[in-house]
């Protein structure tokens, strides 16, 4: 028998490809070492002021060198609970969700501002005055500032302005409007409006939350879900089950495969003119104006049963306190109070304003149609209120149950007062822990 | 007969030397053995330590100590949880059982050396070698009911626009494409391998035989091919039970837990609830099913009795 | 005589033509999808989400200038590379060592250990997460590339261990013997007369494994922070709270397929020695 004895890896090629694994990792020992001075490190989201905190502003903030890490959404949450409830240093300020802000409030993860400021009374004082109030709340916990607000939203209707004109309608204020808005609207090429069935924030707090939110009276620090006591309150009086039969009323002027749908096919739809009305949050909206429809957007604050209150929700800022620089921490939050750091945002491209002076300013409102909303709360004399249910620990669970069974309720599987029922028994499940 | 004699002095003096290479064989498994306990046991201990507590970091309400066998008895009878299996048993073995047919017979039509061949098989491996994130979003754009390119080009053939994974109904068998898609190049390239590995003779005494090429297939090609697919099936269903990017991205789980797989419902309650006692006990009671058809699976196709025999030989 | 033949020679073009046109339809099946991301890649932004979806336009570089400049993806690339190249490495040289010890050699609890071996895969990655993190910021590794390096040698070890084994204890031990007749040592022998024969197992399983840690996310996402960071978390990044960057997406998509790709295509070579090889079997 022949056998072959050539040797297909000659030695030659295998020194040569150990030599290049060599210099290569001798190459990425050499990376660039750490600049001296303070370092503050963000755990960041991806969005457009978070990239502003790490690139135009980390420019101009001189007394510290910014930098962060952009994360994805969900990614972004399992970092901060798996760093912060590990205790771990890397990160000194974190970015989050207002959705998700009491977590690290809570479990003593964030730092109080006020305690810092305490602590060493040379340190300048936040200059809140600058801030939109209502963005003000999130970081409020047991009478003590935690942090900052990075970004404000509210939810919006977005309407089309040509054809609600083409059939005669004025902008829906009332769920009945809407809903005939909606019927009238309704063709094979245009859908009359949009529900976002398919993402459990987008369905919870968008679509049931904005129509929960004008049937009972709301104080501004509650949030409709639960009250200051934990206890389960949606359904108080029915409110539950008639937000949930709401949105049966419309489902049939909604597109094909509404079912699936999360924030970014509700904003393609609008923005491709599938549809002729959605209602979502406003930083949702960002892009709906780059398609073959712009111009004709028409942005205005949702419709309301009874009370005029919308949600206001957004984005904070806060200080890990497992980090060793939390003064200077403050001291970058300080700065971002004055003002210029949010303007940077601005610039940037973020439409989620937060500064005062830009939300009141025509000409940048002119830029960002959405903030057109927050005109609309003062001609309307809405009042601002919390997404439910963040004021609970467990805001992510508790909006995942109640999400399953509104969305029970919604496309038939249950009848709204039996999904109400089951969801009030199921949230007082994971509240009791 | 020389040679029978030969061979048979040759075994003897190689059982004598390999009598004296006791310590061999420990020796070439050592670096796995080495990485598998000091890598990956620590995270198996810390996983069952933790799935008899009720460690839930985020809840400073919830009771983080011991709570011994209480997560194991709230998984039993937890319907989502089954619901998922359930869901996740029926996506394995559709998307296996496609992508393995799909596998072997493109193995075997590529086997051939027609022009052009040898490009249009690298270009089949794509889509295994995509990440899965990609994978997710390029057909979460196509899919789309009303704007997505692939209801637009089936409308040109006549075929009605379909819900994909926007709906109920369509949304297993949506996902089970993509996967089907995303996984067959896997197993395409094992067996493929294992063709080209075949030795020639019995294919040249068949077509001597006058054998056709069904009955050549079945009863010369398959047979030698044995291992090769059922380390394939084995290595994709293994895989396949714990997929999560694609269907994920592409339908979260949804419309209304109609592919909510395991995987899926693992996260969410590990990392959107961080529970991680109950996550923890889920994992593992996963992890147990998974090696229970494993185990089924092997002993049924007597793949573990055929390798011994082979390496006897 | 010649009637038959020029029948039967009509017959095989007949056939060849639709093998080939078969082959050409599943080559479309699966490439349409990967042509549709990289058209898309190159797409701006007010051309990729348009209806009717545009198939001829003006390619725009800016995804892959955002990418690189914006997203750190240079960085990014050159630690995928390096953590993944050396994990398969390890990882080959470990798993076929150990393949070989299982087809070759009677051991007592050989099959369970084989089991034990494959269990590696059957864990959720989700579990490993948290004591992992533990690890890595009780040894100080937690955003280098040691950490990463360690589980992918592990994720990689299973798919090398089974396969080769399967590919090993195909190749009839009467070749490594007869070699070691002819006087070479076991070591000479494999490296002599049974590597050759493997090279379709190597060449699949390397691409395999390679692969699979290349594309990994979770682990990646949650051990790495800006030094250590690799492709697929950058990749994560085109998915925003609200929106999907999709044109992102899709040229992410393209960057980290592209050196998969090429990597097959050096393989394709090595894929098809066997078919000569297979003569010296028998």
């Not at chain 1, 905190?53 to 798996?82: C, F, R, V, W």
């Not at chain 1, 949009?194 to 987008?202: K, W």
């Not at chain 1, 393609?268 to 406003?282: F, N, R, V």
Request: hydrophobic share 50%; net charge neutral; aromatic share 10%.
């Amino acid at each position: 028998m022949v056998v072959r004895t050539a040797s297909p890896v000659s030695r030659r090629l295998f020194m040569k490809q150990t030599a290049a694994l060599s210099a290569a990792f001798a190459a990425w020992k050499a990376s660039p070492a750490f600049a001296e001075g303070v370092v503050l490190n963000i755990l960041n989201s991806n969005t457009v002021w978070a990239g502003a905190l790490t690139d135009g502003i980390a420019k101009e903030y001189t007394a510290a060198q910014i930098t962060g890490e952009a994360n994805p959404y969900e990614s972004h949450y399992e970092k901060m609970l798996i760093e912060l409830s590990q205790g771990s240093a890397t990160f000194d300020l974190i970015t989050t969700d207002n959705l998700w802000i009491v977590q690290p409030m809570a479990n003593g993860w964030a730092a109080s501002t006020d305690d810092i400021r305490a602590a060493n009374p040379d340190l300048p004082e936040f200059q809140l005055a600058n801030l939109a109030p209502a963005s003000l709340t999130y970081q409020q916990y047991n009478g003590k500032r935690y942090g900052l607000p990075t970004a404000m939203t509210t939810p919006i209707l977005i309407y089309r302005k040509d054809l609600l004109e083409a059939a005669g309608l004025s902008v829906p204020k009332t769920w009945d409007e809407y809903r005939e808005a909606a019927a009238k609207l309704h063709t094979p090429e245009v859908a009359g409006n949009v529900l976002l069935m398919g993402g459990q924030d987008a369905h919870m707090s968008g679509d049931w939350g904005s129509r929960l939110m004008g049937m009972t009276r709301i104080e501004p620090h509650n949030d409709g879900v639960l009250d200051e006591n934990r206890n389960v309150v949606f359904n108080s009086e029915g409110q539950g089950a008639r937000a949930i039969e709401r949105l049966r009323e419309v489902l049939p002027y909604c597109p094909a495969g509404v079912e699936g749908f999360d924030y970014p096919e509700g904003s393609s739809i609008m923005q491709q003119g599938g549809a002729a009305m959605l209602i979502t949050w406003s930083d949702v909206l960002v892009g709906v104006e780059d398609g073959p429809h712009k111009g004709k957007f028409g942005y205005t604050v949702a419709p309301t049963e009874k009370y005029e209150q919308q949600m206001v929700g957004g984005w904070s800022i806060l200080i890990n306190n497992a980090s060793a620089q939390k003064e200077d921490a403050y001291r970058f939050l300080a700065w971002l109070t004055e003002g210029r750091g949010y303007e940077i945002m601005r610039e940037a491209g973020e439409s989620s304003l937060v500064l005062q002076r830009d939300i009141d300013n025509p000409e940048v409102v002119a830029v960002s149609p959405t903030l057109q909303a927050f005109a609309d709360f003062k001609t309307r004399g809405t009042s601002p209120i919390s997404i439910p249910p963040y004021r609970e620990v467990n805001a992510v669970e508790v909006q995942r149950v109640i999400y399953e069974e509104v969305l029970a309720g919604v496309n038939g599987r249950k009848e709204p007062a039996q999904a109400m029922a089951d969801a009030e028994a199921r949230v007082k499940e994971v509240l009791a822990g | 007969m020389a040679g029978a004699s030969v061979a048979r002095a040759a075994q003897g003096a190689t059982r004598a030397q390999r009598a004296g290479e006791r310590w061999a064989p420990w020796i070439l498994l050592a670096p796995t053995l080495v990485i598998m306990n000091v890598v990956g046991v620590y995270p198996l201990l810390h996983s069952l330590w933790v799935s008899f507590t009720g460690y839930k970091p985020s809840d400073p309400n919830a009771h983080q100590g011991w709570v011994g066998l209480k997560n194991y008895a709230e998984a039993m009878t937890d319907g989502q949880f089954w619901h998922a299996v359930l869901l996740t048993g029926a996506f394995t073995f559709a998307s296996v059982a496609l992508s393995l047919v799909l596998a072997v017979l493109m193995a075997i039509l590529f086997n051939r050396p027609l022009p052009g061949f040898v490009l249009m098989r690298s270009v089949i491996l794509i889509p295994m070698l995509i990440t899965p994130i990609a994978v997710g979003l390029i057909w979460r754009i196509m899919m789309m009911p009303e704007l997505g390119v692939l209801n637009y080009l089936l409308g040109f053939v006549g075929l009605g626009p379909f819900q994909w994974g926007s709906s109920r109904t369509t949304a297993l068998v949506s996902v089970i494409l993509v996967d089907v898609w995303q996984w067959t190049p896997f197993m395409f390239i094992i067996i493929f391998a294992g063709l080209k590995s075949l030795p020639r003779s019995p294919f040249e005494s068949a077509q001597i035989d006058g054998a056709s090429a069904w009955q050549t297939f079945w009863q010369v090609t398959v047979p030698m091919l044995r291992p090769v697919i059922i380390i394939a099936v084995l290595l994709r269903m293994i895989d396949a039970l714990r997929t999560y990017d694609t269907i994920y991205i592409i339908t979260r789980g949804g419309p209304d837990f109609a592919t909510d797989v395991i995987s899926i419902y693992l996260q969410r309650v590990n990392f959107r609830f961080f529970d991680l006692g109950y996550g923890s006990a889920l994992s593992w009671i996963t992890m147990i099913l998974i090696l229970i058809v494993v185990l089924i699976f092997v002993n049924l196709t007597g793949f573990l009795r055929t390798v011994n025999e082979k390496e006897a030989r | 005589m010649a009637a038959t033949l020029a029948e039967h020679r009509a017959r095989q073009r007949r056939a060849a033509a639709l093998y080939w046109a078969l082959a050409l339809l599943a080559t479309a099946f699966f490439f349409f999808p990967v042509f549709w991301m990289f058209a898309s890649a190159f797409k701006s932004d007010a051309v990729s989400s348009t209806y009717p979806p545009v198939f001829l336009f003006a390619p725009s570089l800016e995804n892959f200038a955002h990418l690189f400049t914006e997203a750190g993806a240079g960085r990014a690339l050159w630690n995928s590379f390096f953590i993944v190249t050396l994990s398969t490495l390890l990882a080959m040289i470990a798993g076929t060592m150990a393949a070989y010890a299982l087809a070759r050699f009677d051991l007592r609890g050989k099959n369970t250990l084989a089991l034990e071996i494959l269990s590696i895969r059957m864990l959720p990655p989700i579990v490993s997460v948290i004591p992992l993190f533990m690890i890595a910021r009780w040894l100080g590794v937690f955003d280098t590339p040691w950490l990463l390096i360690a589980v992918y040698t592990l994720t990689g070890l299973p798919f090398v261990v089974w396969i080769m084994r399967v590919f090993i204890q195909d190749i009839p031990q009467s070749v490594e013997e007869a070699a070691m007749i002819d006087g070479c040592g076991r070591i000479e022998a494999f490296w002599r007369v049974t590597l050759p024969l493997l090279l379709p197992g190597l060449a699949a399983t390397m691409v395999i494994v390679f692969m699979f840690a290349w594309n990994e996310f979770l682990l990646a996402s949650l051990l790495t922070s800006s030094e250590a960071k690799t492709l697929p978390v950058i990749a994560a990044n085109a998915i925003k709270p609200k929106a999907i960057a999709f044109g992102l997406a899709c040229a992410a998509g393209v960057v980290m397929s592209v050196p998969v790709i090429v990597l097959v295509l050096m393989m394709q070579k090595y894929l098809v020695q066997g078919l000569t090889l297979g003569a010296v079997k028998g």
